[in-house]
């Protein structure tokens, strides 16, 4: 268990609360974002820009990532989570060790000028993945704050950390997009019951642990409503990490791919967990923080050539 105060307790044993959060949301103040972005980040717990990327940038990506959901090797990895029934990859994580494409991306200077204006200081990539939503496979992600997890599980002390989900494929509202309660960045929800030992193990294909009471939800839900940013490929999300979050199943033929980077502020850097007896795996919770140097990803998207560029 962490040695530092733990201002977000969790995993009760009973009467979980709703705790008002102590911790800002907006650190820096200068950057891309404009005055107007920023307090709607700020109010909201989010951000949308749609059409971020260029469509060369996009296409790219995608056969990146189709290079990747059929490497073998990849699939046999530890990193890689498959659907609980049909055996489809549902995620790849630590897609920035496997991919120099996707490390372009997740070091992108104009997505970290953001992230930066964001958290105020520099940034480590925490934890990414891609989230893979085939037709008419794809199983959904149940309503959930990913801070509680990080904090529970993976001894994260603070609420500095931003998720940046980048559409590989459109986001329409029909295929399972992100859904998202604006405002419920600012209550942190206690989550009942006591972390299983290694609930990583099913909790990626299915979380149980961690998750909020329906109680919880209509409450939230009441508050401050629903929210589903849908966008052509290429459009990016911006998210705090307390904000709850969730997406259906996708039973349209049209796919759902993202890509997921989450980047904590460098002065955030992970305690010992504050709810689980041990820790999760380095490539769901990065231990071992280095600042990314900015990079531009359109000259990484000039340089890739038709071969796979996994290791």
Same mark, same amino acid.
């Given at each position: 268990?962490?040695?530092?105060?733990?201002?977000?307790?969790?995993?009760?044993?009973?009467?979980?609360?709703?705790?008002?959060?102590?911790?800002?949301?907006?650190?820096?103040?200068?950057?891309?974002?404009?005055?107007?972005?920023?307090?709607?980040?700020?109010?909201?717990?989010?951000?949308?820009?749609?059409?971020?990327?260029?469509?060369?940038?996009?296409?790219?990506?995608?056969?990146?990532?189709?290079?990747? &959901?059929?490497?073998?090797?990849?699939?046999?990895?530890?990193?890689?989570?498959?659907?609980?029934?049909? #055996?489809?990859? &549902?995620?790849?994580?630590?897609?920035?060790?496997? $991919?120099?494409?996707?490390?372009?991306?997740? !070091?992108?200077?104009?997505?970290?000028?953001?992230?930066?204006?964001?958290?105020?200081?520099?940034?480590?990539?925490?934890?990414?993945?891609?989230?893979?939503?085939?037709?008419?496979?794809?199983?959904?992600?149940?309503?959930?704050?990913?801070?509680?997890?990080?904090?529970?599980?993976?001894?994260?002390?603070?609420?500095? !950390?931003?998720?940046? $989900?980048?559409?590989?494929?459109?986001?329409?509202?029909?295929?399972?997009? =992100?859904? =998202?309660?604006?405002? $419920?960045?600012?209550?942190?929800?206690?989550?009942? #019951?006591?972390?299983?030992?290694?609930?990583?193990?099913?909790?990626?294909? &299915?979380?149980?642990?961690?998750?909020?009471?329906?109680?919880?939800?209509?409450? =939230?839900?009441?508050?401050?409503?629903?929210?589903?940013?849908?966008?052509?490929?290429?459009?990016?999300?911006?998210?705090?990490?307390?904000?709850?979050? #969730?997406?259906?199943?996708?039973?349209?033929?049209?796919?759902? $791919?993202?890509?997921?980077?989450?980047?904590?502020?460098?002065?955030?850097? =992970?305690?010992?967990?504050?709810? !689980? !007896?041990?820790? &999760?795996?380095?490539?769901?919770?990065?231990?071992?923080?280095?600042?990314?140097?900015?990079?531009?990803?359109?000259?990484?998207? #000039?340089?890739?050539?038709?071969?796979?560029?996994?290791?």
């Amino acid at each position: 268990m962490s040695a530092i105060d733990d201002r977000y307790p969790s995993r009760v044993d009973r009467d979980a609360q709703i705790l008002p959060r102590t911790d800002p949301v907006v650190y820096g103040k200068h950057g891309p974002l404009t005055p107007r972005q920023l307090d709607e980040y700020d109010r909201n717990g989010y951000c949308f820009v749609e059409s971020f990327l260029s469509e060369e940038e996009v296409s790219v990506l995608r056969g990146e990532l189709d290079s990747l &959901r059929t490497a073998e090797r990849v699939r046999q990895s530890e990193i890689s989570i498959t659907e609980p029934s049909s #055996g489809a990859i &549902r995620s790849i994580f630590a897609v920035e060790t496997v $991919s120099d494409i996707f490390a372009g991306l997740a !070091a992108d200077q104009r997505i970290l000028a953001m992230v930066r204006q964001i958290l105020g200081s520099d940034v480590y990539i925490h934890q990414s993945r891609l989230n893979l939503k085939p037709g008419f496979a794809g199983k959904e992600f149940y309503w959930h704050s990913d801070f509680e997890t990080w904090h529970a599980e993976d001894g994260m002390p603070a609420m500095r !950390a931003v998720s940046c $989900s980048v559409a590989l494929t459109d986001n329409l509202e029909f295929n399972g997009p =992100l859904m =998202l309660m604006p405002g $419920s960045h600012r209550h942190f929800v206690q989550c009942v #019951g006591k972390t299983p030992e290694k609930h990583f193990q099913t909790s990626l294909k &299915r979380q149980e642990y961690g998750v909020p009471s329906c109680e919880q939800l209509e409450w =939230l839900t009441t508050q401050c409503g629903i929210a589903v940013p849908k966008g052509p490929a290429g459009s990016v999300i911006f998210f705090d990490c307390n904000v709850m979050h #969730g997406s259906n199943s996708n039973i349209t033929p049209y796919p759902r $791919s993202n890509a997921f980077f989450v980047y904590n502020s460098i002065k955030n850097t =992970l305690a010992e967990p504050f709810s !689980a !007896a041990t820790q &999760r795996p380095w490539y769901l919770a990065n231990r071992t923080p280095e600042a990314i140097t900015p990079r531009d990803f359109g000259l990484v998207c #000039g340089d890739q050539t038709r071969t796979p560029h996994y290791v």
